[in-house]
């Protein structure tokens, strides 16, 4: 491709192959281009950004009693309103509690599993296969899985204090548990991945400098694998922000509402919120979704060691 | 496997630990303290697997009378077949397979088309295209529920397939993961397709497509499990029973009366069977999807 000047001495990108075509051709190519890209954005339009546009018309208006009318205009202060009301907080509250009881396990946990599995020794690929292996649970069968675990009739551990869904504090450590294991799989095969991509001769130079392995570890994986570290938190993070069905499974959102999280609220299964709270609860949701992704650009921009 | 351990001077191969070999004694020691670890952790991971095996399996009122112990109880296996004639599993597990298929071919061709578009084709607002794509990974299902709802009833979609499919008929992963696979194919192919009068239509079909096969698969593969797992949107867009996926049935095990938990149980296993099929035939294309975004961040 050679390289063109525009006007400005700005280099301009030249398409593929575009010397030898003629103006008609760029012409019909962007049209093939819009044509191609049509269908998803048509999907996108409808099922992404038309009902972010509605969810703020909902959030600052009030649904008649009566379904024949309109909706009546009620003005930003009724958003502003939702979203400083208790009902956010204590929402937000859980949100962040399940966050705090399920990222840095979930972590954790992958990590020690991952390290464990990562040598070679004979048959290492059925350990493996078996850390993988929630991979193949969805969210609603390890609900159901913790179920025979905790439910409080029935459960296995009904007696065990710290996992009891009868409190409010163990109720929701035990629900976000539930997701530590589900998630367990894919924290194992990313870790896994990443300590697999780093170079051994560093190891094996850093124990000739008499690092040991627990200083090798620190030092030089820890750093090494922060990429994939950073991601899982993200995607840990967002998992927490989007838990429903282990709530709805194994709490119902008790004890006293204490594991109605942000969207057990939105999604309001017993139909008790009228509709312009939801909406702007949803809004709520959507500017946390954003924090976390504007932290995980700024992150991975700075801060994290990358290989290449 | 025991003659390979006992070689004719009396060594093990079976523990090359990575890194230096301190001697073989050790090293054996180290062997067998890992599979030690490596063990127990198996034993803490699939716990939870085997309860529920147990729980679906055993008698629910005879296992809870005898304390609920690590065994089974009276075992009875007609929890699995009672699932499909009593709670109907075979109508919500066809149900979701229509739906995931639905969603997995759709992504595919909404999300190759998109891909070569943003790879191949020079338009106006490209990168303002590509921004509004990726920008949509800000806009999952969770945060659009209740609007979207609204959408689907106004159109009299509830209860439908296309009601349960509609909303995911496109994924901004799978366009950029393909878009990827696209731009990684050499420029002298491009080059010469075009020299031999290859139109874009029979570029992608004939080149770009089938290069980026590993891609694609892996892609299906992702595409699929997340359909499969869908709760929120299925829940939510459904009224009638007859109309709940398999995932979405899964929830009435917290209404059951517990003389009937163990055909919950069994259908929980009855629905994960799937995966775990998936899991084992694709194994590579599964872990290439996950760790698509993560090492390189």
New interface residues.
């Given amino acids: ?1 050679t390289e063109v000047l525009a006007d400005d001495g700005e280099p301009i990108a030249v ?4 010397r ?1 075509r003629s103006p008609a051709r ?1 012409v019909t ?6 044509l ?2 049509l ?3 048509v ?2 339009g ?7 546009g ?2 703020v018309f ?1 959030s600052v208006h009030r649904q008649p009693r009566f379904l024949n009318r309109p909706p009546t205009y009620q003005g930003f202060g009724q958003l502003k309103d939702t979203l400083t009301s208790d009902q956010f907080t204590s929402g937000l509250t859980h949100s962040a509690q399940f966050m705090l009881y399920s990222v840095p396990l979930g972590l954790v946990l992958g990590v ?2 991952a390290v ?7 048959g ?1 690929k059925v ?1 493996q ?13 390890a ?7 905790v439910n409080p ?2 459960g ?1 551990f009904k007696d065990v204090s710290w996992l009891s869904l009868d409190q409010p504090q163990s109720a929701m450590f035990s629900v976000a548990l539930s997701s530590v ?1 589900q998630n ?1 799989g ?1 924290t194992f ?2 870790v896994l ?2 300590l697999q ?1 780093v170079p ?1 001769e560093l ?2 130079a850093a ?1 000739l400098d008499g690092f040991g392995a627990v200083r090798r570890f620190f030092r030089i994986t820890v750093p090494l694998i922060s ?2 570290l ?3 938190a993200i995607v840990l993070v ?1 998992s927490a ?2 838990a ?2 282990q709530i ?3 709490t ?1 959102g008790g004890p006293a509402g204490a594991t109605e999280t942000l ?1 057990f609220k ?2 309001d ?1 017993k139909g008790i919120r009228p ?1 312009h709270e ?2 702007g609860l ?1 809004l709520g ?2 500017a946390l ?2 924090v976390v ?1 504007l932290v995980q650009y700024s992150l ?1 921009s700075r801060r ?1 060691h ?1 290989g290449d | 496997m025991a003659t390979d351990v006992t070689t004719l001077d009396g060594s093990s191969d ?7 070999r301190p001697g073989r004694a050790r090293s054996r020691w180290a ?1 067998a303290g ?2 030690l ?2 063990t127990l ?2 034993v803490i ?2 716990f ?2 085997y ?2 095996l147990l ?1 679906a399996i055993s008698d ?1 009122l005879a296992y ?1 009378a005898e304390g ?1 112990p690590l065994h089974p109880v009276a075992v009875e296996w007609d929890a699995f077949t009672n699932a499909f004639t009593e709670a109907s599993l075979g109508r919500s597990m066809a149900l979701s397979f229509v739906v995931t298929l639905v969603i997995v071919v759709a992504q595919l ?3 190759v ?2 891909a ?3 790879a ?5 607002f ?1 990168r303002v ?1 590509f921004a ?2 990726i920008a ?5 299902i ?7 709802l ?2 689907v009833r106004d159109i009299g979609l509830l209860n439908s397939v296309p009601g349960l499919s ?2 995911f ?2 994924s ?1 992963f799978g ?1 950029f993961l393909i878009r990827q696979g696209f731009l990684g194919i050499p ?1 002298d192919l ?2 010469a397709a ?1 020299l031999d009068g290859y139109g ?1 239509l029979r570029f992608l079909f004939r080149v770009a497509v089938p290069l980026t096969r590993p891609i694609i698969g892996s892609f299906v593969v992702i595409s699929f ?1 997340g359909a ?2 869908q ?2 949107w299925p ?2 867009a459904t009224t009638e029973d007859s109309w709940q996926t398999v ?2 049935a ?2 009435s ?2 209404n059951d009366r ?1 003389d009937q ?1 163990n055909i ?2 069994a ?2 296993v009855i ?2 069977l799937p ?2 099929v ?2 084992i035939l694709f ?1 590579r294309q ?2 290439r999807g ?2 698509a ?5």
């Fill in positions: 491709m398409p593929l192959g575009s030898t760029r190519d962007a049209l093939l281009g819009y191609f890209l269908p998803a954005l999907v996108f409808l099922f992404a950004f038309f009902p972010l509605r969810l909902d020690l599993l464990a599995a990562h040598r070679r020794l004979r290492i350990f296969a078996i850390f993988s292996s929630t991979v193949a649970s969805s969210v609603a069968v609900s159901v899985i913790f179920f025979t675990l009739q029935v296995y294991w367990l894919l095969i990313i991945a990443a991509a051994e190891n094996e124990t990429p994939a950073l991601f899982l967002i922000l989007q429903y069905a709805e499974v194994l119902g969207l939105i999604a299964p509709l939801r909406a949803s949701l959507f979704t954003g992704a991975l994290v990358y | 079976a523990a090359p630990v990575a890194g230096p062997a890992w599979y670890v490596l952790l198996s991971v699939l939870p697997v309860m529920l729980r629910p809870v609920q061709l909404t999300s088309l998109a070569y578009a943003f191949f084709l020079e338009f106006p490209k295209l509004v794509v949509t990974l800000l806009l999952p969770e945060v659009t529920l209740v609007a979207n609204q959408t509609v909303p008929l496109a901004a366009i420029r491009r080059d075009t874009h499990l499969w797992n709760y929120v829940r939510f995932q979405v899964l929830r095990i917290a517990v938990l919950g149980f259908a929980a629905a994960a995966l775990v998936l899991l194994q599964i872990v996950l760790t975004g993560a090492v390189k961040g």
